[in-house]
Structures are given as C-alpha cells and as structure tokens.
C-alpha cells in the first residue's frame, strides 16, 4: 500500500495530516516541532481534505519564515518593514545577513554548507554582477530573484521585475553574495577580518528611523499649544500636510529628499493653484515644521529649507483698512442692527460689539468674539479689556491688556457685560469642543452679514483684518507713539532697545485717549 506523504494513520483508524516544523522557526509556534490536524475516519475522506490542510501548514511556515527573515533584516538594518532603502543599503544588509548565517553554522554545526553553494553558484553569480546575465537568467536564478522579492514583499524598494532599477539592484544583491563568499573562503583559513571590496558594500549601515510626518506635525502644534498658539495652524496647515503625505506615498521625514518637495511644489503649480499660496502656505507650513523638527533632532536636515517658489506680489488698488467713511457705515449699520427671528443673542450680541470694540482696539475679530465676562475690568480707575490666551487663543501667544475708548463706555459696552451671564459674551461652545471653533462660526458669520450688507468695499481682500490696518493708521495720523500702538495690537518690539520697559496700562491709555470717536 502506498504511503501519501504527510497522511498518518492512527490506532483507531482515523487519519490526519503531519508535518515537521523546522527547527529555526519553532520560536514562532511556542517550541512546537510539528503540525498535526485530523482528515477524517475514511481514506476518501482523508484524501479530500490533505491538499487543503498541507497548504495551510506551508502557509504557516512561509509565514514564519518571512517574519524570521524580516527579523534579522530590522535587526541588522534597523530598517522596520515598509521603509525604504537605498539599493547599496539593501545589499550591505543582504551581505551581514549572509555572514551571521555562516557564523551561526560554524558556532551550532547546524545549516547550509554555504562553502559548497559558493562553488556550485560562483560563475552564474557573477555573470549576474557584472550584468552580462539577460533579465531571464536573473529570473530563473532563485537565490538572487528571490531575494530581490524579498526585500520588495518588506517594502525596502517597489523596483518591477525586468526595470533597469530592478536589474542593477539585482546585480548588487550578486555581488554582496560573491563579497560573502570571499569572507567564507577567509574564514575557512581562519582569517576573519576579511573586509569587501565592492564601493557598494558598507558593513557600517547608517539608516536613519522612520519619523512620521504627521506626528512630527502634531508634535510642532503641540509646542505651540503649551504658549497657547499654534490652532490657526492646526487649522490651515493639517490638510496641507495630508497632502503632502498623499504625494510622496509614505509618513516619513527622515525619507523626504528636496526633489521630493520640488516636485510637489510643481505639482501644486500644475493644478492650478496661486503661486503665492504654494509660497505662502504649503511651502511656508513645511518649511516651519521641518526646520523645527531639524531643529530638535528629529530629523537630521531640513529638505525643503532651500526650496523657493517666485510668486508675484499682489497688486495693491486700494488701501489695506477701511476708510472713514467705510469704518462709519459698518459702525452704524452694527449700531441699529436688528436681530433677524430666531437668531441667537450671542450672535446679535456680536454683530453689535465687535465691529466697534475693533475699531478701537485695533485687536484680531478673533480675539475679541473670544472675550469673557471676566476679561473686562478696571484698574486704577481705566477700563480695560483683556486678550488672553485662556480665553482661546492669541497669535502672538502672550497676554495683553488694552483700555476701553470713551466711546465704547459711552455706547454701553460696561453695561452689555454686566447684564451678560458669566463665560463668553459672543460665542457659546459646545461642551467639550475648543471655544476656537465656536470662535471661527461667529467670525463667518459677521464676515457673511457684512457682504449681505454690502458694506466690505471692493479691493478688501481681508474685512476682518481691516480694521487692525485701520487702527495703526488713525494712531498715526493722530501722532500716538508707535511703540504704544504696536504693544495695543500685540506687536513685538522693532528693535533690542524698544524691548526694554514695560508698557504700561496708563502708557497705552494716553494713546488711547488721543484716537477720535465716530460719529454715530
């Protein structure tokens, strides 16, 4: 009677499946030394459900195999799968990987006789390195074809069968096999400092770790966020950066190349966008984040640091504020506004105060629709009002304080907020989310009613940022010390000296108290 390979009969006369496990693999299966499944209690049976069981216990093993493969290629390269090497890295890896392996024969007794198949393979492994051999040998030549797959099923390189890449990575792989033939050879004289020779060889394999571009983002706004900056950006820049990802096919920064950013930059001009908009905010956005992840060690250099985009600047037809007269249309349409049905007060409380509360503030829209009840005071007997970042967020990450003009206290602003329930006088944030959003919803809004109302001249390319233009402007013409402006709005000293001493709130109310009223 025949005997089908890998059947077993038991005692009892049912049959099952079995097959040994090898040796070096058995880690993987908790020291297992064999498979073993029930077929059934009839030889048709048995034979129908054999095929079926011996391909899944190959399946396993082929598995095994590859995770121990992968194994010692991360342990060698320190390169996980799915990372990209060069092709000198990936033959530099197959050469120690090939030299452990003898080692592990000459210390154990156990495994391949590499000295033999250094023989038999010697004048085909060099036909293939010096690339006299046609694709169609290097195909049916299983030791370097296979090894090609293998580090291309890791993800190490994506070069197709019969590509000049593909054929010149294979030659290499030829060679790191002749290289540890020649050590082999050394070894068995007992010389074992033997060192290659091939330019390509590097035993001293510097690859960098994957460093997520995502998470490196994450990372920078998290930065920000501890001086509460940083969710503007969060805002604009987290789709830029998952277009990016989406160009270069992988998250990794150590991996991204100045061609990289090059080409998509050219992308990006090839679909259409503005010039100034790719400068401005894909390039700049990618610039800052890689600079400071250079910066602190996450990646060595910053590929995009040199990589320029000329765009035309913009042709100014007007004024960057609003004119008097524009400044006084909106004021007055904000004065007698009437709340359309069901609109929530909040809202109608926004459209009436923060038009104003900017014009004589010369803050961010951002920043005052953020304001709380808490952030309007008096000290020393001046109104003010403060723009924190406990409140949701400011650009230039610190606090300051700015006096109320006469004006607003005139119009009943002190009023408004003493009759206001405590937390945020114009925007409601929903319970657990950022008062950001809430924030960015009532800035829409008030830019919406503002085009309804048809009262944002044309040529204003930013309304809400208008009337910081505007302000600096007024401050000017009515001879306030720049210094004191600029410490109003939040900007920084222009120079060392002007960043001694301390602006102070009287300092920034005689300026105050020199900007005129509007006639409302």
């Given amino acids: 009677m025949t005997k089908i390979r890998g059947m077993q009969k038991r005692s009892n006369g049912r049959y099952y499946a079995r097959k040994r496990i090898p040796d070096e693999l058995r ?17 048709r049976e048995a034979n129908a459900q054999l095929p079926i069981v011996m391909a899944d216990f190959e399946r396993q093993i082929a598995e095994a195999r ?15 799968a799915q990372y990209q090497l060069t092709d000198n890295q990936i033959a530099s890896a197959n050469y120690l990987r090939q030299l452990e392996l003898d080692m592990k024969v000459r210390n154990t007794g156990k495994g391949y006789d590499l000295t033999r198949m250094m023989m038999q393979r010697a004048d085909k492994l060099k036909r293939i390195a010096s690339g006299r051999a046609s694709n169609l040998e290097i195909l049916d030549d299983y030791l370097i ?12 390189h994506n070069h197709s069968p019969g590509t000049p890449e593909w054929r010149k990575l294979a030659m290499l792989i030829a060679s790191s096999y002749l290289e540890t033939f020649a050590r082999i050879d050394e070894r068995d004289d007992a010389n074992f400092g033997g060192k290659p020779s091939h330019p390509a060889i590097d035993t001293n394999l510097d690859i960098n770790q994957p460093v997520s571009i995502k998470q490196t983002f994450e990372a920078y706004l998290d930065m920000h966020a501890k001086s509460g900056r940083g969710e503007g950006a969060r805002r604009r820049w987290t789709s830029i950066f998952n277009d990016l990802v989406k160009h270069l096919g992988h998250d990794d920064a150590n991996r991204i190349t100045k061609k990289d950013i090059m080409d998509w930059r050219d992308a990006k001009v090839n679909e259409g966008l503005a010039k100034v908009t790719i400068k401005n905010s894909y390039l700049g956005s990618v610039k800052a984040v890689l600079r400071w992840a250079a910066a602190n060690d996450r990646i060595k250099t910053n590929p995009a640091q040199d990589v320029e985009l000329k765009a035309p600047r913009p042709q100014a037809v007007r004024e960057k504020g609003f004119r008097d007269d524009e400044a006084l249309a909106i004021l007055k349409t904000a004065k007698s506004y009437v709340p359309a049905r069901k609109e929530s007060p909040k809202i109608t409380a926004a459209k009436r105060w923060i038009p104003i509360l900017c014009a004589h503030t010369g803050a961010r829209v951002g920043e005052i629709a953020q304001l709380r009840k808490q952030d309007i005071f008096e000290q020393q007997g001046i ?15 610190g606090y300051r304080n700015v006096p109320l003009h006469r004006q607003l206290i005139d119009e009943g602003f002190l009023e408004f907020v003493e009759q206001s329930e405590d937390g945020y006088l114009f925007i409601r944030p929903k319970p657990g989310k950022s008062p950001l959003t809430a924030s960015r919803s009532t800035q829409n809004r008030l830019r919406e009613w503002l085009n309804n109302s048809d009262l944002i001249p044309d040529g204003i390319t930013q309304p809400n940022h208008a009337w910081r233009h505007r302000f600096k402007t007024v401050g000017w013409e009515v001879g ?16 060392s000296g002007e960043a001694y001493g301390d602006v102070t709130l009287k300092a920034r109310y005689r300026e105050i108290k020199k900007m005129p009223s509007y006639d409302l």
Wanted: glycine share 10%; net charge positive.
């Fill in 27 to 43: 880690i993987y299966f908790n020291g297992q030394r064999e498979f073993t499944k029930a077929l059934g209690a009839t030889k």
């Fill in 66 to 80: 590859r995770i121990s493969q992968g194994d010692s290629i991360t342990r060698i390269t320190g390169a996980p």
């Fill in 145 to 156: 074809s296979s090894a090609v797959e293998q580090y291309r099923d890791r993800g190490n």
């Fill in 383 to 397: 109104h003010a009002i403060r723009i924190t970042p406990e409140a949701g967020t400011v650009k230039a990450g």
């Fill in 480 to 495: 306030a010390e720049s210094r004191v402006i600029d410490a109003i709005q939040g900007h920084a000293a222009r120079t």
